[in-house]
């Protein structure tokens, strides 16, 4: 009997999807600011689905929604209208009791302004998260320790963010990110003050944790070398989405990704 | 993957844990913030610990008038009390202007204070003990200069006679009013108690009762003055946390987690603001009060029965108001969607 090779194909491409799951699915999100009379449409019908274990950057001019997106899927704000899934799960359908869970043990978010704990060290904001999610101070302390010397803060454990440069306090906001082994990391705009060498690394650190771990990992950025390094790219403007690609159909030589 | 779950209640000892660490950490602001406390504190405790001196200090002073007049009537009789014996016939319970006139006559130099109780035997009121000498109702009067008829009771019939048989013209001075009606004819008695006029007593009802209203608003304003004082200081230092909050929120904080930390960190500043705002406010009151009306007279008739008193006022509206004024707004915060509250800037 002969094999029918287009047959076999699509078979194999049909169990790789289903590998990959939908992690994240954002269905028709609008989001609108109100500010006295005045309204501001950050999202007008934003649609993805975002497979576990991929990493996926978002592009878009300031002021395009990126943020607003990030707070929608993460859990962090409720859209004006439409739905997001996390697992399958409708978020809107969450008590206040699961979204903890969630916003603590599943996604980690790496905030634009790092929104570190400004009276706290280094180590007691990476091990804030943990004590949220019950683990024992010395654990904490431990893995607080492990997390901050992979992001190179290992010297300045015992620093206020108030004492650290804006590249050191967005690791130590990256090793926050990390503290309770999240399966998604929300990070917006995380290379945006690091040297090319130090930048290189918090790639280099993403990219092993989405190998390694199968972490899923969602970034804003206008970093070429992270836009490389991704699977997918997504453009948002307006807060639509305008455009979807994969690295190697875009010529990054003549400024395509602007 | 791990499906969703509940997440985990902190036990109360987590989030004393990080209250403490967060007033270590900032405890210049702490400070600052309990000071708030500490000066509304103050000054409800001066306020209402100067009422409670005022009234011991016309208290007092009107226990000195009573007895320096009782003393004269009484030395007009009999002479200077130097080397003198005088007798004392309790009749019942004593007041304080007649214990402080056998001390007065003590302290003047008496030789001797006899005293006796006319119901029975019966030791001497501890007030007095030290200063007289009991003996028996027929050996009171014993050479006496003078026979005092002391506290609140009636006088039963006499043998005046023999009472007064060894001691030739003993003055006998009865110091309550109502003894007097009572006493067997014959007997010269001088009376040192001094009735008040019916326009007297109506003068001093009035005074009583404006003092009780003067103190009521006195009372009433500082009370708005603490509320202001200690929600101001709370309220900001909540707020300028919101982000903070926000913050705590994004990384999984439980609101009820949020509210509790709020309410460990306000209840300690409020109770160590309150204790400290109580000590100041009373020495600044006995300060005050003393400079005005001399420190021996404010300092020997301060109640400190009401003092100790209106220390659970202070401390209930220290910890109460700061509690308060701390908990609405971070749970305010707490019930915030978390990426709105990482936005706010108070
Ligand atoms: N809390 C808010 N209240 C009112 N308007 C808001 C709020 N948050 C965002 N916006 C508005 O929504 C729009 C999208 O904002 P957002 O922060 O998502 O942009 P962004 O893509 O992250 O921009 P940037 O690259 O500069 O960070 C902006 O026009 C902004 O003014
Ligand atoms: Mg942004």
Known sequence: MAIDTVKLEALFRKVEEQQAPCIIRAVEVEKVYRMGNEEVRALQGASVDIYKGEYLSIMGPSGSGKTTLFNMIGGLGKPTSGKVYIDQVDIAQLDYNELAWLRCRKVGYIFQTYNLIQVMTCLENVTLPMAFAGMDAEDARDKGIAILQMVGLGDRILHKPGELSGGQQQRCAIARALANSPDIILADEPTANLDTHTGEEIIELLSRLKEELGVTIVSATHDLKMLKRSDRILWIEDGRIVRMAHPSEIDFSVGDFD | ?346
């Open chain 2, 1 to 346: 993957m791990e499906a969703i779950r509940e997440q985990v209640r902190l036990p109360f000892s987590v989030a004393f844990e990080v209250v403490m660490q967060g007033i270590r950490i900032r405890f210049g602001r702490s400070l600052v913030t309990a000071t708030g406390v500490v000066l509304g504190v103050a000054f409800l405790m001066s306020i209402l610990s100067g009422q409670v001196i005022r009234q011991g200090v016309s208290h007092e002073a009107q226990l000195r008038t009573e007895t320096k007049r009782m003393f004269s009537f009484l030395t007009a009789e009999m002479g200077p009390p130097k080397d003198q014996v005088i007798g004392v016939l309790q009749v019942g319970p004593l007041n304080e202007a007649e214990v402080r006139l056998i001390r007065t006559l003590k302290e003047r130099g008496a030789k001797a204070i006899n005293w006796a109780q006319l119901t029975g035997q019966g030791a001497a009121p501890p007030e007095v003990a030290r200063l007289v000498t009991g003996t028996s109702v027929e050996e009171v009067a014993a050479e006496a200069s003078s026979l005092l008829i002391m506290g609140q009771g009636s006088l039963p019939q006499l043998d005046w006679a023999t009472l007064l048989a060894s001691s030739a013209q003993a003055t006998v001075g009865a110091t309550q009013k109502q003894e007097v009606a009572e006493v067997a004819p014959g007997v010269p008695l001088v009376s040192l108690a001094r009735e008040l006029k019916p326009e007297e007593i109506e003068a001093q009802a009035l005074e009583q009762k404006r003092s009780a209203f003067r103190n009521l608003w006195m009372t009433i304003i500082s009370l708005v003055v603490t509320f202001i004082c200690i929600s101001n200081s709370l309220l900001m230092s909540v707020t300028e946390r919101f982000k903070e909050i926000g913050t705590m929120k994004c990384l999984g904080a439980l609101s009820s987690f949020v509210r509790r930390l709020f309410l460990i960190e306000s209840s300690l500043i409020g109770l160590v603001g309150a204790v400290a705002g109580a000590l100041v406010g009373l020495v600044f009151a006995i300060i005050g009060y003393g400079l005005t009306f001399g420190f021996p007279l404010v300092l020997s008739s301060l109640q400190w029965g009401a003092i100790a008193f209106y220390f659970v006022p202070c401390l209930a509206a220290g910890v109460g108001l700061s509690v308060m004024a701390a908990l609405y707004p971070a749970s305010f915060a707490a019930r915030m969607v978390p990426g709105t509250a990482l936005r706010t800037n108070i």
